[in-house]
């Protein structure tokens, strides 16, 4: 880590200007992933892709699984009684190679569909959004902030494919049985700052943890919303895990953004019983680069991501607050069975490609149901709007596959 690098001065400035010398551990998060310019999701830094040097996604693995939640989708403007104009929200795009795999599969396959589609993407990157328009140049693409999209515009489907899990988490541990937030702050303050005009510059600053109060009442009702009672004597002293309040606040922007449609969101993480369960002590954030994951976020400050696992039972709850009906959950294989990723292993050996071209999407195919990885990770889709008898109308990726 370069200690004069300005993102490092920008959350030590942070740090030394606010009132306790301190920051939540969700304020820091966010800007060294989300800090325009350099941010890890902000700069050239953020690699994706199975040759990139940080993580690759679902769609880093080929088309099928662009095409088969494009079937997906044509199922949900059917069951909407294929109205002129169908909305596609794709929130955090990556590089765009998700969206031109549905688009070009749409158009191949569903032209009337396709006619239908206005395909928007919700990006806060500004250098993700550049590849993006690059790659989708051929298609009708809309991009905007979420807070730009009007409430009750869309009619469709706002969907979501490793998201939430990169959204800025609070960090909490439990001391003499009472909840209590873990901040950042700067563990060579007094020596490190240098008054030069009116802006300090801090001398290699080392950011550390320290134990405080809540920053927000907020974080203790998250509890009650997911129904877990973190005061039983099986929760350890220091036992410690994150809160996404930000998925909250995203999931209500979206469920009053939506008309009439459904919500998908993809991503790895667990119902509430298991992500707060006693022995999990740790919590599940991660930090990755080039390839290789660890557990310290104060390093590679701008160059590596972190997530933290995504908590279904809040999504579920809070969704249903916000007037979102739960339609169902599974899991990323089951779920991908449901809509023909059997069949598709089934026809390879039919296909023209070469042998080396047959193993690889044969191998692409089986990690995206492998329980052991990305088959493994939660789909939960939600729906606000619809009649009665839609409602009614079992979604195809939803049948549990015999």
């Known amino acids: 880590m370069d200690s004069h690098s300005p993102l490092c001065q920008i959350i030590a400035h942070r740090i030394i200007t606010s009132p306790q010398k301190r920051i939540t551990f969700a304020e820091y998060m966010d800007t060294v992933l989300y800090y325009p310019e350099h941010g890890y999701y902000s700069s050239d830094a953020i690699k994706i892709g199975f040759r990139g040097s940080d993580f690759f996604t679902s769609a880093s693995l080929g088309a099928d699984f662009g095409e088969l939640l494009a079937k997906q989708f044509y199922q949900m403007w059917e069951i909407l009684d294929q109205p002129i104009r169908f909305d596609l929200v794709e929130m955090g795009a990556g590089q765009g190679i998700l969206a031109s795999y ?7 396959e569903y032209p009337d569909f396709f006619a239908a589609v206005k395909y928007i993407i919700v990006e806060k990157s500004q250098s993700l959004k550049q590849e993006q328009q690059q790659r989708l140049q051929d298609f009708a693409v809309d991009w905007c902030n979420l807070e730009e999209i009007p409430p009750h515009s869309i009619t469709g489907c706002f969907f979501s494919n490793e998201l939430v899990d990169a959204f800025p988490v609070h960090q909490f541990t439990l001391d003499a049985g009472e909840l209590r937030e873990i901040y950042v702050t700067i563990d060579n303050q007094k020596e490190a700052i240098t008054e030069i005009s009116e802006i300090p510059i801090i001398r290699d600053p080392v950011f550390v943890e320290v134990i405080g109060e809540l920053s927000t009442p907020k974080l ?7 129904d877990i009672d973190l005061s039983q004597n099986t929760y350890e002293n220091d036992y410690r895990s994150e809160i996404n309040l930000a998925a909250l606040n995203w999931l209500g922007i979206v469920a009053d953004c ?12 667990y119902p509430a019983h ?9 919590g599940t954030l991660q930090c990755y680069y080039q390839h290789r994951h660890h557990d310290n976020p104060y390093i590679n400050i701008g160059q590596q991501d972190i997530t933290a696992h995504v908590d279904f039972t809040a999504l579920s709850a809070w969704g249903e607050r916000c007037g979102l009906k739960k339609v169902g959950w599974t899991q990323q294989g089951l779920f991908l069975m449901a809509l023909g990723i059997g069949e598709r292993l089934a026809a390879l050996s039919s296909g ?20 052991s990885g990305l088959g493994n990770f939660g789909v939960l889709v939600q729906s606000q709007g619809l009649t009665e008898q839609q409602a009614s109308q079992p979604l195809q990726g939803l049948v549990v596959p015999e």
Do not use: A, M
């Open 258 to 269: 939506l008309e009439r449609g459904y919500v998908i969101t993809i991503d790895y993480g």
């Open 274 to 282: 298991r992500y707060y369960h006693p022995r999990r002590s740790q």
């Open 102 to 108: 549905i688009l070009n599969y749409l158009k191949q």
């Open 352 to 371: 023209k490609q070469s042998i080396s071209q047959l193993l690889q999407r044969r191998e692409g195919l089986h990690q995206l149901i492998n329980p």
């Open 220 to 226: 203790g009702e998250y509890f009650k919303l997911v």
